[in-house]
Each structure stands twice: as C-alpha cells, then as structure tokens.
C-alpha cells in the first residue's frame, strides 16, 4: 500500500530555470514533511523538512510547500544548478514514528 | 562531526544463510531506523530504536531483527535469506525521534 507518490519518475530542466518537484501522500495523520537528495553510491541526505502547521519552508534556493487539503507537498530549485542532478525522494511521517518514503523523481539540470 | 558509518559495503550470500549488517550512529544520536532500498524503489522502513529499545516496525517478518548498543550502534540481522532480500539496506539516525535522519551510505546485499 503506497503511502506516499512521486508520478513523475524524471524530470529535466535548464540550468537557472525552477525545478518543481511533486508528492501525493495518502494519509491526512501524517504531519512531518521531508525531501531528501541521493547522489549515486551515496545515501540519501536530508534537504529540507516542513511541519503540518506551516504551509511553506524556505531554505536558499529550496522551498518547500505543503497542502494539506489536497494531500500535496512540493520542492522548488531556483535558480536550478547543474550539481542539483540526482534523485530527490519525499518522505512523510507521524511524529516519532516510521518515515515513509516515495519512490523518488530523478532531477538532470543541463548546463 | 563523524557521520553514519556501515558496514560492510558489500556483501554476497547464498538463500538461506544468515547475515549482520552494521551502523555506527552520528555522535549524540539516539534513534536508529533501518531501510529496505530494492532497485528503483524508495526506501522502506524495516524498523526503528530509541535508546535500545524497538520503536515502531514495518511490514517485515520476524527474521528481520535488530539491536541497538548502549553507544547507540545498531545490528540488523536477516535469518533464512530469500532471494527478494537482495537489496540495498540503509541505516539512519537521527538526534531524537521524528527529527531529520541522516543516513548511511548503505550495504548491497546480493543473495545468490
């Protein structure tokens, strides 16, 4: 039972362009928001996190928007950097408790 | 600041053996979640430890078992290897639970 969605498997974009990336989620207890980063060979590193009471966290060049009513958080890159290409997976929890992770979009910026 | 270690990186077993993955926990971390990465696949949570004790479980069987050690490293053992247990297996911690976790860089696991 998927918990949480990442639809677009790929996605490519110009270098300095936005990248927007998406998530579906399923369950509306869930109230811890994350995005991670994985270079290959590499684990994942966490990015950037929002909790159900705020609607938008930013961070540099990433923010990250939750809605609730539509079960939906994404990640913006702006301006989007060449070092920016790996996969981005989205992961979801209820606090203090096991972290759900999508299947992740895999991010190409071109030069 | 040492980050998650594992150990070790790769790793090739026959069905039906028993193996013993490894985590040495970022320092001042006291939460330990293990993962279950197949090919193209996000990670899936196996389980979880707070200050040595099981915090929560995933959909794995029992032969899928853990341990976290008074200086918060971690074990997690697989009994009876099934082909479909070849994988990626990653280890997280995190400063306190429901925090970011921060990761390993994984072990592979192949069964053959």
């Known amino acids: 039972d998927q918990q949480v969605k990442q639809n677009s498997p790929s996605l490519s974009v110009q270098e300095g362009r936005i990248s927007i990336l998406n998530c579906d989620y399923t369950?509306?207890?869930?109230?811890?928001f994350l995005w991670y980063k994985k270079y290959p060979a590499e684990g994942p590193t966490f990015l950037i996190s929002i909790s159900s009471i705020k609607d938008k966290n930013e961070d540099g060049r990433f923010t990250v928007f939750l809605n609730k009513s539509a079960k939906h958080l994404s990640l913006h890159i702006v301006p989007s950097q060449p070092g920016d290409s790996a996969v981005y997976f989205c992961a979801v929890a209820n606090t203090g408790n096991q972290f759900y992770f999508g299947t992740g979009t895999s991010l190409t910026v071109i030069p | 600041e040492t980050g998650v270690t594992q150990s070790p990186t790769h790793l090739i077993k026959t069905r039906g053996q028993q193996v013993t993955l490894r985590c040495s926990s970022q320092s001042g971390h006291n939460t330990v979640s293990w993962y279950q990465q197949a090919l193209g696949q996000g990670p899936q949570f196996i389980f979880q430890y707070y200050r040595e004790e099981e915090n929560g479980r995933g959909n794995f069987p029992p032969r899928f078992s853990g341990l976290q050690f008074p200086n918060y490293s971690s074990e997690l053992n697989v009994n009876a290897l099934e082909l479909d247990d070849s994988a990626l297996y990653l280890c997280a911690s995190s400063f306190d639970r429901g925090e970011p976790q921060h990761f390993g860089d994984g072990t592979r696991l192949s069964i053959l």
């Open positions: 369950n509306s207890m869930f109230d811890y």
